[in-house]
């Protein structure tokens, strides 16, 4: 099974890096568009929908995300309407989401659960489509390295659950792995970057690597998010499409709050 997950992700892996430096920024948009829709379907299908609702449901989110798209293109993470969507989706991870994980995420709680679908999965593909490749890259590979950091770290040392009734696998030890990870991540990018590194110097250390922090959470809370929508839909993954890793979904969970928050940091940081 690891040999599988490691194959897929190093197919998708090139495939992304392929598409995000190879194709026009329109092609790639179509691109994220399909993945879109792809987690818009699976999302609906955790939240109770069945199958042919759960597919209006995603094909609703694709129409709202290429109307959004075409009302802002070409588009840029400084523009105003972006800036407020990727507000409100940090909003929502860094204080509602945690809340929400405290208070639980119940069967009960389904019709709040779709319409958060739109929150959650429209702000990261817009922010794909706006970010530069380089700067993407960036945020993904912080994704990359929390999670695959906190498998490693708690596969090997880890003994306190963080989460045992959301996602009973991970670990403190695991996430505080990861952060070590992320640091170092953060650290190595501006230091061997020179356009990151120009604005990376004496006290502003400190709020970049407290930003970098901050993403490392908010990867833990989207990935514990989207956890606890499968747990209350019973499910093991979101999907079977990618052989080893579940659903799109399963893929791109802690990426749904990194991305957003990121944005707006790397504007804050005059890099985009």
Do not use: N
């Amino acid at each position: 099974m690891f040999a599988i997950r490691l194959l897929t992700a190093a197919v998708l892996l090139a495939a992304f890096v392929a598409a995000l430096f190879l194709l026009e920024r329109a092609q790639f948009a179509v691109l994220v568009g399909i993945a879109l829709v792809l987690a818009g379907r699976e999302w609906a299908r955790l939240a109770g929908l069945d199958p042919r609702f759960a597919a209006s449901f995603a094909a609703g989110l694709g129409l709202l995300y290429a109307a959004t798209g075409w009302a802002i293109w070409p588009p840029a993470p400084a523009g105003a309407a972006l800036t407020w969507i990727f507000a409100l989706a940090a909003l929502f991870w860094i204080a509602l989401a945690p809340l929400w994980l405290r208070r639980g995420v119940g069967a009960r709680e389904r019709w709040l659960l779709r319409p958060t679908g739109v929150l959650v999965l429209l702000p990261p593909a817009l922010a794909m489509i706006a970010l530069p490749p380089a700067e993407l890259l960036l945020l993904f590979g912080l994704v990359w390295i929390a999670d695959t950091a906190a498998y490693l770290t708690g596969r090997t040392i880890g003994r306190r659950k963080l989460a045992p009734a959301i996602s009973p696998g991970k670990t403190w030890e695991g996430a505080a792995g990861a952060l070590v990870c992320v640091l170092a991540y953060a650290i190595a990018c501006a230091v061997f970057l020179p356009r990151l590194a120009a604005h990376v110097r004496g006290m502003a250390w400190l709020p970049y690597l407290g930003a970098a922090a901050l993403l490392w959470a908010a990867s833990i809370v989207g990935d514990l998010f989207e956890s606890a929508l499968k747990r209350q839909a019973g499910v093991k993954d979101s999907g079977t499409l990618l052989p080893g890793h579940g659903g799109v979904l399963d893929r791109i969970d802690s990426a749904t709050a990194v991305l957003p928050i990121g944005a707006l940091l790397l504007h804050a940081m005059g890099l985009t």
